[in-house]
């Protein structure tokens, strides 16, 4: 009868160990995983844009992604955000754009920086 005790506190130690590795890859995921999971493979009206930001590839994350924050509509105060697919053409000027004019490494970026004539 001794050993029914000791099998069941060995059960219970390796249910624990279980729960907390999987708790620490979930960790792990959320913070270097994906942030757009449907991209917007259309042209977006510049002026519907109030700023962008790009993310580049990162160790979980194969892929370049665009945020474009837009610009608040009918008076309210609500941010939308939306990722545009990084293949699109859009998506290419923007990158060049970011890459030229970026020069303090900002995490975001005015929309309008890309289109002001150059001086």
Known sequence: MAF?????LLLLLAVVCIQLSEGEKRIQKGHDRCWCLNTLKRRVPREDIEEFSI??????????EIILTMKPVNNTTEVTQRCLSPETKQGINLQLCWNRKNINNTSTFKISNCFESHK
């Open 4 to 8: 029914l005790p000791k099998v069941l």
């Open 55 to 64: 993310f580049p590839r990162r160790s979980k994350c194969n892929s370049v």
